[in-house]
């Protein structure tokens, strides 16, 4: 039961179907600090926590990645951290290393 609890829960804040093992990984991160009296605060708590721990919103397409599979792009404007999608990384960059005041200049 808490199994299927604990994948629905990563699967409603994801907003996407998650793999087997991202649900293993949730599970066993939620199992081992659970503790004796679990509680569903206590359970809410964790999921917070491992949310922030092993994922990353992306910057341009705003899903939700493992941290591990996102690309920190820096630039002298903006820093950004997107998932590997070319395009993401692609507007990323180009946003990062352009100046958004550049066309309310006048010469």
């Not at 039961?1 to 179907?17: P, Q, V």
Request: a negative charge; proline letters at 4%; hydrophobic letters at 25%.
């Amino acid at each position: 039961m808490l199994r299927l609890i604990i994948t629905n829960e990563l699967e409603r804040r994801l907003n996407r179907k998650a793999t087997f093992a991202e649900q293993r990984n949730a599970y066993l991160y939620v199992s081992d600090n659970l503790g004796d009296k679990p509680s569903l605060k206590t359970l809410t708590d964790l999921m917070d926590d491992y949310i922030d721990d092993t994922y990353v919103k992306c910057a341009k397409c705003g899903e939700w990645v493992l941290r591990e599979n996102t690309t920190e792009i820096t630039g002298p404007y903006h820093d950004y951290r997107v998932c590997n999608n070319p395009n993401c990384e692609q507007e990323a960059y180009y946003d990062a290393h352009t100046d958004p005041y550049q066309e309310l200049r006048t010469y």
